[in-house]
Each structure stands twice: as structure tokens, then as C-alpha cells.
């Protein structure tokens, strides 16, 4: 039986990304590449208290039948992180939130600025591009919910006009009267027209928060590792060398790699031992050195017991990345010739679409970030990626 660690991107609003998800589109891939066709599958949901606080994984096990036989041939244990990292700021207000968000996109800009003119960093001009246009257009959002504040100021200033002492602050307000009203009337349309905005506002601006203090300054990274490695623990206790698969989506190959293969420090034991396979989806390796340069540089490559590792991209996806036949990226990363010959045939690319047919318009209209979600569709019995790696095996 294999045991697979499965870490999700952050945020599972527009699409199902849990464990049970990816275990039923692991299962219809399985299914459809097996050439006998008489096996059957199913899956059984279950789940794992592995931590002394009572923090919980989701598990679900896949099982194979044959001839009357039924036998458990996968069980993926969800790393759910989404609390661990965005917590501190999801009890802050709107406003701070979007005053802190537009503070750090201004801040991005720069980097993002930066990168562009870099032209040693085999990261493709396109991605830089459509990153800088990505924080141009979060920073105007991040100003016009800003700007809210005052807009409601002005309305206060009706109220002001009739006490003497505030007849001043009312003057100097509704000097701005066309302003605040048409940032209003503008606001309570968008509103009306998208209900859940605040909501999904709210959501967007705490995880970009949350991951920006994660990448900048390692906050609750100790914190995140620690479980991670808790879980892997657990998992790796259930039978003597067990080998561990890790499987991980956007985001969560970004955790997957800081466990991995982090900065100065050796990994687990377990992370060394047990670990024999990654699967990285959508990795946004290149996007976050557009932004946080050298958060990747100089990692550790400690004669791990991975032996396999499956790096899935789309060339339409802004997010993901390509290892192979980068040569300065690679060193950068882990410069180790044996590392890299070990992992020649590192990527799997992935496009639903020819890439020639996408037109700059659909570029500039964020089709690089919708196309990070094109690995599989929202329907779990839809094709997906995952037949990629079952045609690998």
C-alpha cells in the first residue's frame, strides 16, 4: 500500500481541493490507465488525530478490487495548514487589512519592477509581466476599499453641518462631495451586483497577508514545519520503513519544499528516511522569486531517500514553474550536480489548450491565474492531471 502526504494551495472557495477530492480524481486515473479492465475501485473517508492539541487529518483510503478480493492500494492523509497560517489575521478588521494589503503590495511593486529588468533568472517575461499587472490592479483595489473611509466621512459631514463646533470639518469634507459620492455610488453598485464581495475580499486580502508574512519574515513557518513533520511522523509509525509520497498543489508545494528541502538545517529524520516521492502542482517557485527574490537560494540537499519527483506545469499558468533546462536556476536552488542528474526528467507539462491560440487580451484579463486551476476541473470525475502521473508509473 502506498501512503501519500496530499497539501493543498490555500483557500478551497472556487474549487473542491480537498483530500476526498483528489483521492476520487486519483481514482478515476488509476481506473482509466489500468489495462484490466475488471478491477473496480472505491474510496472509504476517515480521520487521524495526530497532534497532543487534538489538530485533525483528513483520511482517505482508495481500495482495488479483483476477482473478489479487495485490497487498500493508497491512503492520503491531508495536511490542512489553512488555520495554522492565516489565523492571526482573521479576526482583524477589513480596514487594517486592506491598509496592511495595499502597504505590501507598494512594497512588491518594486521587486516585481525589479525583477523585469533581471535577465539572468531564466524566469519568463511574460510571468514577470503579468505579476507586476496582477499587483498594479490588487494595489488600485486595495486604494479604492481604502478610499471607502473617507467616502463615509462625507456622509457624516451632512450630520456635522448642524452642530457649530463641526461646521469647519463639514466644509472641508464636502469640498470632496463629488468624490466620496461617486466612490459610494460606485461601492453599494458592486455590491448589489456581487454580494459575497466583502467576503471574498476579505478572504483574498488575509491569505495574501498571511503568506506574505510567512515568505518575508518566517512567520508561524517553525509553527507549520512542526505539524507537518508531526503528521509525517504519525504516518511514518504505522509500519516499519514506510515509504511516504507527498503530493502538494500551489501553495502547498511551497510547504512541501520548505520541509524538504530547507534553508541551513537538515530536515527530519522522517523527511529524510521515509519520503520517496513528490508530486508538485502548479509549484509557483518563479512566481514568488518575482517577488521575494532568494527565498529559494541555497537550500539544503541532504542525500535524501527521495527518489522520484514530479514537477506538473501548464505554459498558460503564471504560477507554475519549469525546472529542467535551467541550469542557473537549479544552482541556484540546490547546486548539486548529482541532485539535478538524479531529476533530469523532472517536468510534466500540462495544456489544455495551445498556448498560440491565447491572445495578450486574455493575458491582460488574468488568464495566467485562471489558468492555475485548469489541472482538473470542479467535477472530481472530470480528466485531470492526475492521469500524468499514473501514466509515469
Request: glycine share 4%; charged share 25%.
Amino acid at each position: 500500500m502506498k501512503r501519500a502526504l496530499y497539501i493543498p494551495s490555500l483557500g478551497h472557495e472556487q474549487m473542491d481541493l480537498t483530500v476526498k477530492a483528489y483521492a476520487l480524481r486519483m481514482m478515476k486515473a488509476i481506473d482509466e490507465n489500468n489495462p484490466d479492465s475488471s478491477k473496480t475501485y472505491r474510496i472509504e473517508s476517515s480521520d487521524r488525530e495526530y497532534d497532543s492539541d487534538g489538530s485533525i487529518a483528513d483520511v482517505v483510503s482508495l481500495y482495488e478490487k479483483n476477482n473478489g478480493a479487495e485490497e487498500e492500494i493508497y491512503r492520503f492523509y491531508e495536511f490542512k495548514y489553512g488555520n495554522f497560517l492565516t489565523g492571526k489575521f482573521q479576526e482583524s478588521n477589513i480596514l487594517y487589512k486592506f491598509m496592511s494589503l495595499l502597504f505590501v503590495l507598494i512594497t512588491r511593486f518594486l521587486s516585481v519592477t525589479r525583477s523585469i529588468f533581471s535577465f539572468k533568472d531564466e524566469i519568463n517575461n511574460k510571468s514577470k509581466i503579468q505579476a507586476l499587472y496582477f499587483t498594479f490592479i490588487y494595489c488600485l483595489l486595495a486604494v479604492y476599499l481604502v478610499s471607502i473611509i473617507p467616502a463615509l466621512l462625507g456622509v457624516l459631514a451632512g450630520f456635522a453641518e448642524h452642530v457649530d463646533q463641526l461646521k469647519s470639518f463639514a466644509d472641508t469634507i464636502n469640498e470632496y462631495e463629488t468624490e466620496y459620492k461617486a466612490v459610494l455610488v460606485s461601492f453599494a453598485t458592486f455590491m448589489l451586483l456581487t454580494p459575497n464581495s466583502k467576503t471574498i475580499f476579505s478572504t483574498m486580502a488575509t491569505e495574501y497577508l498571511a503568506a506574505n508574512q510567512y515568505l518575508s519574515v518566517g512567520d508561524r513557518r517553525l509553527f507549520i514545519m512542526g505539524k507537518l513533520s508531526r503528521l509525517i511522523e504519525v504516518v511514518a509509525e504505522e509500519e516499519a520503513d514506510a515509504e511516504i509520497e507527498v503530493h502538494c498543489y500551489s501553495f502547498g508545494s511551497v510547504l512541501a519544499i520548505d520541509a524538504i528541502f530547507p534553508y541551513e538545517s537538515e530536515p527530519s529524520t522522517r523527511i529524510k528516511n521515509n519520503i520517496t516521492k513528490l508530486v508538485t502542482i502548479g509549484c509557483p517557485f518563479d512566481f514568488i522569486e518575482i517577488y521575494w527574490t532568494n527565498y529559494f537560494s541555497e537550500r539544503k540537499y541532504s542525500k535524501l531517500s527521495l527518489r522520484t519527483w514530479h514537477n506538473i506545469h501548464s505554459d498558460l499558468d503564471v504560477l507554475s514553474t519549469k525546472f529542467a533546462n535551467a541550469p542557473v536556476k537549479q544552482n541556484k536552488f540546490i547546486g548539486s550536480k548529482e541532485f539535478w542528474g538524479k531529476f533530469e526528467n523532472i517536468d510534466i507539462k500540462y495544456n489544455m489548450v495551445n498556448p498560440q491560440q491565447v491572445s495578450y487580451t486574455q493575458m491582460f484579463l488574468f488568464y495566467g491565474l485562471k489558468a492555475h486551476q485548469m489541472y482538473w476541473d470542479k467535477h472530481v470525475d472530470s480528466k485531470s492531471c492526475l492521469s500524468n502521473i499514473v501514466k509515469t508509473e
